[in-house]
């Protein structure tokens, strides 16, 4: 048992769910790690010290989901915040050559496994009567079209309109749901396509108004706020954090690219 919040960080192995982790950690919370690479959820729980944990879960598992929070009211017995960070990408094949079971796949983790996680902690926050905050992770595919990118684009896009009717439904119980919505972050993964040719981080940069990629340590930033007492009437919301990308409408490069 515990006094500190406890947040649950899904996907928090690397990336930008592991900026969000520390970030959490630093600023007084209890964190679980929750990621489908286990030895890393417990390797970064271990660097976070040991009031943190690192906890083994396919999010789109109910049972898996059930034992992560079986587990967390034994060494916790509270659940303050969720950030549902974990998913997927998909890779930009034409739409005539995509697959069923791949659009299938790719919705079922980022979309469906929001929700079960979702319906876990709110089970919580109800039957504690504290409420608490849900962050998802939906992102310029869900705010603007992106073609080839379907399955990623809808599941971003459902992760939208979840937040609006969990925000709704969830709002006399003190749970206060809402979502972020990434641009184009300054990742290994995405320094390592550039290094490849496989993505071109020039015309990206043109295309953004403020000329950069964003640092995952950013998104945390904004993440934190919409969980934090600073966004206590804030609720079903939806929040960029995309250096201006999704508000830019003109032709050619952005203005100060």
């Known amino acids: ?12 192995a690397e990336g930008i769910g592991w900026a969000t982790a520390q970030l959490f950690a630093a600023r007084g919370h ?49 659940c303050d915040g969720l950030i549902n960070n974990a998913g997927v990408g998909d890779s ?40 608490g905050a849900i962050v998802n992770f939906s992102s310029i595919a869900g705010l603007a079209g992106l073609p080839l990118r379907n399955a990623y684009g809808a599941a971003k896009a459902g992760l939208i309109a979840l937040t609006r009717n969990l925000a709704c439904e969830w709002a006399g119980a003190g749970i206060r749901v809402n979502a972020v919505a990434p641009g184009y972050v300054d990742t290994p993964l995405v320094r390592d396509l550039a290094a490849r040719g496989l993505f071109d981080l020039a015309a990206v940069k043109a295309r953004c108004p ?42 050619g490069a952005a203005s100060g690219a």
């Open 1 to 12: 048992m515990t006094r500190r919040p406890v947040t649950i960080v899904t996907g928090a």
């Open 30 to 78: 209890a964190v679980v790690i929750a990621d489908i690479q286990a030895d890393k959820a417990r390797a970064r729980a271990r660097e976070l010290g040991p009031e943190h944990l690192g906890l083994a879960a396919d999010i789109r598992d109910e049972a898996q989901v059930a034992t992560l929070f079986e587990t967390l009211d034994t060494r916790y017995g509270r």
């Open 92 to 131: 930009p094949v034409p739409t005539v050559e995509q697959t069923a079971e791949h659009f299938r796949r790719v919705l079922d983790i980022n979309l469906t496994g929001a929700f079960v996680m979702s319906q876990a902690a709110a089970r919580r926050m109800q039957r504690d009567g504290r409420g």
């Open 210 to 251: 403020m000329g950069r990629l964003i640092a995952p340590e950013e998104i945390a930033e904004a993440v934190w706020f919409l969980a934090s007492p600073a966004a206590s009437a804030i609720t079903g919301t939806t929040l960029a954090v995309d250096a201006g990308w999704t508000a830019y409408g003109a032709a």
